[in-house]
T-cell receptor, first 112, second 109 residues
Framework: NAGVTQTPKFQVLKTGQSMTLQCAQD?????MSWYRQDPGMGLRLIHY???????DQGEVPNGYNVSRSTTEDFPLRLLSAAPSQTSVYFC???????????FGSGTRLTVV | EDKVVQSPLSLVVHEGDTVTLNCSYE??????LLWYKQEKKAPTFLFML????IEKKSGRLSSILDKKELFSILNITATQTGDSAVYLC?????????FGAGTQVVVTP
């Protein structure tokens, strides 16, 4: 039981490049979310999903895209990287509404 | 607009002191309030609170929720240097977590 697995752990991108942050969980959790964490701002929700085939926007969705084709995987796509997207990204999953979330170890992304 | 506010933003205490962290919230469709500890990596789960007035305890940590006044407190007694971390409060609403900015706690020897 690996929990929530994020890859890569570190990434440097040039402005305008695109990439996908991977997130996978093996706990059969229906709910999955992506957060970004910036200094002094806590964690902010980017996108979330309540089950395969269902996604919705969070607080800061611009510049990011998601899909949920399986229960296990919830990739986050950066369409055209900008320096403002430099951040630490966390993926998290939960059994359901009202329950606690388990977090992945994070991806530190730098856009130059 | 939904919001979660933590106070203080930071504090420095000596080993053995007691710390009280505050979290107030205004959200629609409240489901639960969660506390996490973060030490330069992923947040780790501490408590989930759903009912008013029922204290949750884990060792030297305890937490309680007041759904009437819309706040929660996290207490850490007999602090140790290993308690140094950012403590995050989050409210689960519509299946999503909304976080406060966190409280940075530094415990000095």
């Amino acid at each position: 039981n690996a929990g929530v697995t994020q890859t890569p752990k570190f990434q440097v991108l040039k402005t305008g490049q695109s990439m996908t942050l991977q997130c996978a969980q093996d706990m059969n959790h229906e709910y999955m979310s992506w957060y970004r964490q910036d200094p002094g701002m806590g964690l902010r929700l980017i996108h979330y999903s309540v089950g395969a085939g269902i996604t919705d926007q969070g607080e800061v969705p611009n510049g990011y895209n998601v899909s949920r084709s399986t229960t296990e995987d919830f990739p986050l796509r950066l369409l055209s990287a900008a320096p403002s997207q430099t951040s630490v990204y966390f993926c998290a999953s939960s059994y359901g509404e009202g329950l606690g979330y388990t977090f992945g170890s994070g991806t530190r992304l730098t856009v130059v | 607009e939904d919001k979660v506010v933590q106070s203080p933003l930071s504090l420095v205490v000596h080993e053995g002191d007691t710390v009280t962290l505050n979290c107030s919230y205004e959200v629609t469709n409240f489901r639960s309030l969660l506390w996490y500890k973060q030490e330069k990596k992923a947040p780790t789960f501490l408590f989930m609170l759903t009912s008013s007035g029922i204290e949750k305890k884990s060792g030297r940590l305890s937490s309680i929720l007041d759904k009437k006044e819309l706040f929660s407190i996290l207490n850490i007694t007999a602090t140790q240097t290993g308690d140094s971390a950012v403590y995050l409060c989050a409210v689960n609403s519509w299946g999503k977590l909304q976080f406060g900015a966190g409280t940075q706690v530094v415990v000095t020897p």
